[in-house]
């Protein structure tokens, strides 16, 4: 309150100062340093601009090569760039070996690679049931793949079938048009799409399996599967009609002119210069299908079933990781350790699929001149 009266009197604010001399007299003082500190700052700043003007002057000579520092000042930031992200890859990996380290003290390595049964519940007391979990990752990621396997399914034909249809058949105008639209696809947040299985595909599949006599549970991988396609289908799309567009154009019309029909350029030419690239698109798409969560969580449920039946609910890596690591359990409890340990085989498994991507790309790419 005090410093509030002394405050109000150095900013000339009337009404709401005492009559108390040595206040009045703080104030003033306030107000009085307040001035030179702002006179100071001044001084200081155009000191330094001027000192900042004397040193460029300075430095304007013939031999400066003001390219040459830009250049190595820009080379000095993108070094910086690439070395923050360098040490951050490397930084999420060895929290990810060391943690599954930790993990692997209380779970065996081959128990946790070829375990048939997944249950990670740990017993708080020793008088209740389910004491030791099951760790078996073999159903989680038999989940992943079966899910995975699904959505290429929907989405590879579709968008390759896009791609071209885009790149060879379309006018500029409908491209213009319809491609944007499809594009639109890989805006839609994906738990958007999870409440759409949710509510909408999964009960309509279990309408019409048990339409035919099938047993389909109310969340199922097939429910789960189909959304995830719909939504990879823009991410196929777009890679396989860039790569398709770098096809040279004289390879196509060498083609027409040798008495090809459009379809059989498409098949004969077009398609087997472009390949890698779509081989290369269809891993990277299986790789952000196999990350996915939110849809999975929404439309498969979390149930760990070691199962090929896609009418069935399964669950996925990374679902599981998200339910290892919410609830009120140690962090140090074998639970919780195996979202990390999950994370590690996740890692390498999408590693390994952008290497081969990549590996396939680089070996079976066709370089035209």
Do not use: C
């Amino acid at each position: 309150m005090l410093m509030t009266e002394v405050k109000n009197i150095s900013q000339g604010i009337k009404g709401l100062s005492t009559e108390d001399p040595q206040i009045i007299k703080a104030g003033e003082a306030m107000a009085s340093l307040n001035d030179a500190s702002r006179t100071s700052m001044l001084v200081i700043i155009l000191a330094i601009a001027i000192g900042i003007t004397l040193y460029a002057r300075s430095m304007i000579t013939p031999k400066f090569g003001a390219r040459y520092s830009v250049e190595y000042i820009f080379n000095g930031f993108l070094f910086f760039s690439s070395t923050i992200a360098i040490l951050t890859t490397i930084g999420i990996v060895l929290s990810l070996f060391y943690e599954s380290l930790l993990f692997f003290e209380q779970v065996p390595v081959t128990d946790f690679l070829f375990g048939l049964k997944w249950y990670p519940q740990i017993a708080i007391r020793a008088d209740q049931g389910a004491s030791s979990g099951a760790f078996g990752a073999v159903p989680v990621f038999a989940g992943t793949f079966l899910i995975a396997f699904i959505a290429m399914v929907i989405s590879g034909p579709i968008g390759l079938f896009s791609a071209i249809y885009f790149s060879e058949y379309s006018s500029h105008h409908t491209r213009t048009i319809v491609k944007p639209i499809l594009e639109i696809l890989a805006g839609i947040p994906t738990v958007v799409y999870g409440f759409f299985a949710a509510l909408t595909v999964a009960p309509l599949i279990r309408d019409f399996g048990m339409s035919l006599g099938f047993t389909v549970e109310a969340r199922s991988a097939l429910a789960a599967g189909v959304v995830m396609g719909i939504m990879i289908i823009p991410f196929v799309s777009s890679l396989s009609d860039d790569v398709i567009n770098s096809v040279p154009k004289n390879l196509r019309d060498g083609s027409l002119a040798i008495g090809e029909t459009q379809s059989e350029t498409i098949k004969r030419v077009i398609i087997p210069a472009a390949l890698p690239g779509i081989v290369g698109a269809f891993l990277l798409a299986l790789s952000r299908a196999v990350g996915e969560t939110m849809i999975v969580a929404m439309a498969a449920g979390l149930n760990a079933n070691l199962t090929a039946n896609p009418l069935e609910n399964v669950t996925t890596v990374t679902v599981q990781i998200v339910v290892a690591l919410i609830g009120d359990q140690e962090f140090d409890d074998p639970k919780t350790l195996s979202a990390f340990a999950l994370g590690l085989v996740l890692f390498f498994v999408t590693l390994i699929l952008n290497v081969i991507a990549l590996s396939i790309v680089k070996r079976y790419r066709e370089k035209y001149e």
